[in-house]
């Protein structure tokens, strides 16, 4: 399956998460050319080139959950593994810090 889904449960303000997740969209944006937008509470991002080139996820901020949705392209399926377990600990990571 080339769609990831990764859920996870948190107690800090939507504002805050928002913050985060836009300093995570700019640093994706200045080293992956990845273009995005929040629209709402989902954050969309697009990969228009480079390794990554077609992969496209969300970030969506509930009251008490985060989801993060990442399709990747036919060129990173084999890696999804890889991708998946550091999608997760990243967010893990920063769901953390965010708690702190």
């Given amino acids: 399956m080339p769609t990831i889904r990764i859920q996870r449960a948190h107690a800090q303000s939507p504002h805050a998460l928002r913050r985060q997740a836009e300093a995570v969209a700019r640093r ?32 969506t901020i509930g009251e008490a959950d985060v989801t993060v949705e990442l399709h990747l392209p036919f060129g990173l399926r084999p890696m999804r593994g890889f991708v998946e377990r550091e999608l997760v600990r990243r967010l893990d990571e920063l769901l953390a810090s965010a708690a702190a």
Avoid: C, K
């Fill in 28 to 59: 994706l944006e200045a080293r992956h050319a990845v273009r995005w937008s929040f629209v709402d509470n989902r954050l969309g991002l697009v990969a228009a080139s480079g390794v990554a080139s077609g992969a496209r996820g969300s970030v």
